[in-house]
């Protein structure tokens, strides 16, 4: 059974930092695409950074680029998302999602199969 679970969350100031968590378990294959997306109250939920855990391509939404750092251990099956230079805008839910095969091209939530339950990130200025 897939599982995907999420840690790290919680409140930060304005030009603070958090490091999220998503450990990943019962997948029979380890190449995949994991994702964080973010989902703030009445907006759309949308990829922020990607990662494929073959190749270590990465993939960032605009708006979080330098700020923003996806990483993959292997060892821990742990994909993490630090963030950094936090700002009010990035207050959202932070879920973490994973696909089998390639990350290019896939960043709608519906290419990916596999969501964790999210975790909550606010940053008061």
């Known amino acids: 059974q897939v599982q995907l679970v999420e840690s790290g969350g919680g409140s930060v100031q304005a030009g603070g930092s958090l490091r999220l968590s998503c450990a990943a378990s019962?997948?029979?294959?380890?190449?995949?695409?994991v994702a964080w997306f973010r989902q703030a109250p009445g907006g759309q939920r949308e990829a922020v950074a990607r990662?494929?855990?073959?190749?270590?391509?990465?993939y960032y939404h605009d708006s979080v680029k330098v700020r923003f750092t996806i990483s993959h251990d292997n060892a821990e099956s742990t994909v993490y998302l630090q963030m950094d230079s936090l700002k009010s805008e990035d207050t959202a839910m932070y879920y973490c999602?994973?696909?089998?095969?390639?990350?290019?091209?896939?960043?709608?939530?519906?290419?990916?199969?596999?969501w964790g339950q999210g975790t909550q990130v606010t940053v008061s200025s």
């Open positions: 990662i494929s855990t073959n190749s270590r391509i990465t």
């Open positions: 019962g997948f029979s294959s380890s190449g995949k695409c």
């Open positions: 999602a994973a696909r089998l095969g390639a990350c290019a091209g896939y960043q709608v939530p519906s290419s990916f199969n596999y």
